[in-house]
């Protein structure tokens, strides 16, 4: 738990002790005590200031770490369970969860287990190696939790709108109508999964990126194309019918309104057709600006 609590605190130090005012000099000199590892000296310290101060989440938080540290797991436990009705820490959940771990008790470890990694916007970054963890490791209700966590940590990995995107993925030489190649493009996926980087290079010299991504608020996908001549474009859309399919548009200095529809076809395994559109008369009609066809490089 020792590195595990370390990375956590700096984690949710914007959200966990929001509540609390800048540090007294009994906060700080407890908290010396604390980092200097003078866990005997540090807990009396953060004890003295929870009793004269009960709602001071953190230092509830750190009596929690002082006592776990000196094995006293069962006043380590009360003491963080004091934060989380103060403040809801999932570091605090996630450490009352160690501490049952450590006390044998592992339906209530696994319960607050759950409820950390439910609880709140923090990495499990140490599940499977955390020493204070070792009691319940065995247990076939610890891989559940480890499924769980990685859920949390990545979870556009396990959203099937988020991967609908996958098919462009890959490496590409890419032909216009004439079957003469217009260039190559390398589709990568980022972030766990949350986003889709194209790399276009054209066989003219020029070239250009976009970001793809699904977001879950809205239940669209957006794309922002930016290429070396300067050109800008944004695009909103969706999904369906074996095609993404996105609309955006541009207005000129002039003021003048251009409508753009891009459209991306899963051929098959091996073959996407880019298919793009523009309107100037608000969508009545339409002129082709290309129609692209992506064919995948042999591995």
Known sequence: MRSMILVLIVVLSATAFAQQPSLSPEMTAAT????QKKFDESAKAFEAIAKTEPKNG???????MSLHSLKRYTEAIAAFEKNVSIVGNPAAMYNIACGYSRLGQADKSFEWLERSIKGGPFQIFNLSTDPDLENIRQDPRFKKMEELADRVKRPCIYSAEARQFDFWVGEWDVFNL????????????????????ENWTSTIGSDGKSINYYDSTTGKWYQSWIGS??????????????AMRFLGETVAADGKKTLHKLTFFNVDASTVRQFAESSVDDGKTWTVTYDFKYVRRKQ
């Open 58 to 64: 953190r230092a509830w938080y750190f009596l929690g």
């Open 229 to 242: 001549t300067g050109g800008a474009l944004r695009y909103a859309g969706n999904y369906g019918d074996g």
């Open 32 to 35: 010396a005590l604390y980092n």
């Open 178 to 197: 004439a079957g003469q190649k217009a260039g190559t493009s390398v589709i990568q996926s980022f972030a766990n999964g949350c986003g889709v980087m």
